[in-house]
């Protein structure tokens, strides 16, 4: 049951779909990388930055920002770190390219397995040429599945033999390509199941975390939705949803998954593709000087121009917000 306050699984499953279903009725859908540079800018530094950082990488994201954008290595940090992220980073770049304009690679599958392979290829080849796996052999090199067996995991999950990776992972791609019909089950949930099952058959040596996150943004980039950045302060909880998915409840996974979409859809789409005057929910008008609960306070007393739809959702826009910042202070004064 959730605790005093906090919203139920099935309300944050709403909750994303609302917003997505905003998202593409009002706003036109997810905008393309080429149509809005910033918005995918923004996105990327962060999942560059928070899903190494989730493996143990060290770079801070103003090291990341700076590495990134100016090609500079700014910090003492070792040079495997550097590498770590900008491999992501090119990996992620592509993956979002691939997601909404899809090239020659796409042979009308969700997700094909010579996309996944190329993810992992352009994530570890960085990495690998100044730190590769001590264990590997030729063959194992980033892009190509793993020839050794992998222990098992501290939670007790256990790798399949790297014999049958190749079949799995074939027998993985068609299970995802179901994500696209239509259940009553959440769609996060599916989109849990599918990414849990591709960390349990580990098909790579080394980086399979990386590219699991990676696919799992072409997945979502594929049916609609923004990636799901796992945040290195949710690390533990990250961890702890794949283990209960081991144990076959994929329900906190899900509950990560759906909350992530939803704070990215209302962190960085909305705000970026509205227009001044379009009324959007709240939460995509919140800054770090007025929190959403700050700007409902202000709706409900009639002190921010907004509209309380059918829904029950408070909408307004970024004029009327400014409208109201501007005024906001001589009216607590009066």
Sequence with gaps: MPGPGRPSRARIHQRMEEAVHELRDQLGGLPTPREAHDIWSDIW????????????????LHE?????????????????????????????????????????WHDGSLVSLQE???????????????????????AEAPGNFRRHEIARFPGGMKPPPWTE???????????????????DEPLAERVAVVHHRFEVIHPFLDGNGRAGRLVLSLLLGRLGYPPAIIYKRDRAAYLRALQKADSGDPGPLGELLARSV??????????????????????????????E??????????????????????RSSRSWVEDYERTRWRRDRA
């Design 165 to 183: 990776v190749d079949s799995l992972m074939r027998s993985w791609v068609e299970t995802a390509d179901e994500l696209r019909r239509t259940s």
């Design 116 to 138: 996944v392979r190329h993810i992992h290829h352009l994530a570890m080849t960085p990495v690998w040429t100044v730190a590769p796996h001590p264990n590997a052999i030729g």
């Design 45 to 60: 530094h962060q999942e560059a930055h928070h899903s190494t950082a989730i493996e143990g990488n060290t770079l801070v």
């Design 293 to 314: 609960a700050a700007l409902r306070v202000a709706a409900n007393r009639g002190r921010l121009r907004a509209v309380k739809g059918d829904d029950g959702v408070w």
């Design 64 to 104: 990341v920002e700076k590495l990134l954008d100016e090609g500079r290595a700014v910090g003492a940090k070792p040079l495997r770190d550097y590498m770590e992220v900008q491999g992501y980073a090119e990996a992620a770049r592509w993956v979002y390219g691939q997601a909404l304009e899809p090239g020659d």
């Design 262 to 291: 939803t704070t990215n859809i209302y962190r960085f789409v909305m705000p970026a593709v509205a227009e001044s005057t379009q009324l959007v929910p709240l939460p995509a008008l919140a800054t770090p000087d007025l929190s």
